[in-house]
């Protein structure tokens, strides 16, 4: 890909599913928003990973916005859906909401975009190969 080229609003995929932890908390009880972070970056690093089918690096967070905290014992769920994939980087909009305990709603509580660099064995930039064009 020379250029980069929009992704169908369609991609979006569940990437991740955790069960939030007492050891995951912070000073409040409430989980700790570095261990949400950390949850959307795998998630994210998972579905760029096969994108760029091979290594990728976070190369930045934007726009990492908080809407509710995150308990103990709530099932997290981290949806991505890939923007736009340029020619050696994809970026991604990242959402996270959670599911109480015995309960059938989920709710959003973050959102943020990420951007990933595929990178080689050197851990230099690389391109993104063309899935078409395999």
């Not at 959670?98 to 851990?123: H, K, N, Q």
Request: aromatic fraction near 4%.
């Amino acid at each position: 890909m020379s250029d980069p080229v929009p992704v169908s609003a369609d991609a979006r995929q569940l990437a991740i599913r955790a069960i939030a932890m007492p050891a995951d908390t912070n000073a409040n009880g409430d989980i700790f928003g570095g261990w949400l972070m950390s949850q959307m970056d795998m998630a994210a690093g998972a579905v760029a990973a096969r994108v760029a089918r091979g290594r990728v690096a976070t190369v930045a967070v934007d726009a990492m916005s908080f809407h509710e905290p995150v308990k103990v014992g709530d099932e997290v769920t981290v949806y991505a859906d890939v923007v736009r994939i340029g020619r050696t980087s994809i970026r991604m909009a990242i959402e996270a909401h959670r599911r109480p305990r015995g309960e059938d709603v989920s709710a959003l509580v973050t959102r943020g975009v990420f951007t990933f660099v595929a990178i080689d064995d050197e851990g230099r930039p690389r391109p993104i190969v063309d899935p078409g064009a395999m």
